[in-house]
């Protein structure tokens, strides 16, 4: 049996894409101990922009579940309001945004809106929070997503957050003229977008190709140097678990 978890192996190499002094959109879930972990290990310049107008320079003080817990409050450089922290997407100092959703697609565009249903019905979803914005305007994407066939589809039935799009200079056509997906991580492995295009990059510990292409909803193309994704160290494990010792978004 693995000593890490799925996610465990996840968080750390979401953390890994963080380089040191960028400022991070961090969101919610496995992205939160993403930058805990980086400021904690390779990045201690980071800075953390959350949602709920935390702004952040060092791992949170104490274990936390969402991004609006006391610990990540604590000590922070900066509390401010939605349109304090969003601002700083439209003026383009985010060099990095973190997001999920319930559908990625070989292009990368995320929906978190609907999803189409058997007999002609949706069902519904949140929405785009903040999504939309930081897939638009962020210097780069990252997208964390569980690795399952119904969920990386060929294309998603709602685009809220754009991606590259089907054909070069999509998204210019869009008026989006930065950012883009840069990596999509899951729990089998983590893709990039070297020509616009998911392409599996690294496949995590275990894990066959056949397997990763069993989950994919579109025809998977791998780089021809395929790796293997670095295991979480014993420092990495020790420092994920100290901020989410219950396992809440781990297990």
């Not at 702004?55 to 936390?64: G, K, L, N, Q």
């Not at 294309?155 to 991606?163: A, L």
Request: hydrophobic fraction near 40%.
């Amino acid at each position: 049996m693995s000593r890490y978890t799925p996610a465990e192996i996840m968080v750390a190499a979401a953390a890994r894409q963080i380089k040191d002094g960028e400022v991070v959109f961090v969101g919610m879930r496995l992205p939160l101990l993403a930058f805990n972990l980086a400021t904690a290990t390779h990045a201690p310049h980071a800075l953390g922009v959350f949602e709920n107008g935390v702004i952040r320079d060092r791992p949170a003080t104490a274990p936390i579940i969402t991004m609006g817990d006391a610990p990540n409050q604590c000590q922070a450089l900066k509390l401010c309001d939605l349109e304090g922290v969003m601002s700083l997407l439209g003026r383009g100092r985010v060099d990095l945004g973190f997001i999920g959703g319930a559908q990625v697609d070989q292009w990368g565009h995320v929906n978190t809106h609907r999803v189409e249903m058997p007999g002609g019905r949706f069902l519904r979803l949140p929405g785009s929070g903040g999504g939309a914005d930081i897939a638009c305007l962020a210097g780069r994407l990252l997208i964390v997503m569980k690795h399952e066939r119904r969920r990386l589809v060929p294309q998603v039935d709602f685009i809220t957050s754009p991606g590259w799009g089907p054909r070069p200079g999509w998204r210019q056509e869009q008026g989006l003229l930065r950012g883009g997906p840069a990596a999509l991580i899951t729990s089998l492995g983590v893709f990039t977008f070297p020509q616009g295009r998911a392409v599996l990059s690294s496949l995590h510990p275990g894990v066959s190709l056949e397997q990763a292409t069993a989950e994919t909803g579109w025809e998977l193309l791998r780089d021809p140097h395929l790796q293997t994704t670095p295991e979480p160290t014993p420092q990495e494990l020790e420092i994920i678990r100290r901020f989410d010792p219950q396992g809440f978004w781990t297990h």
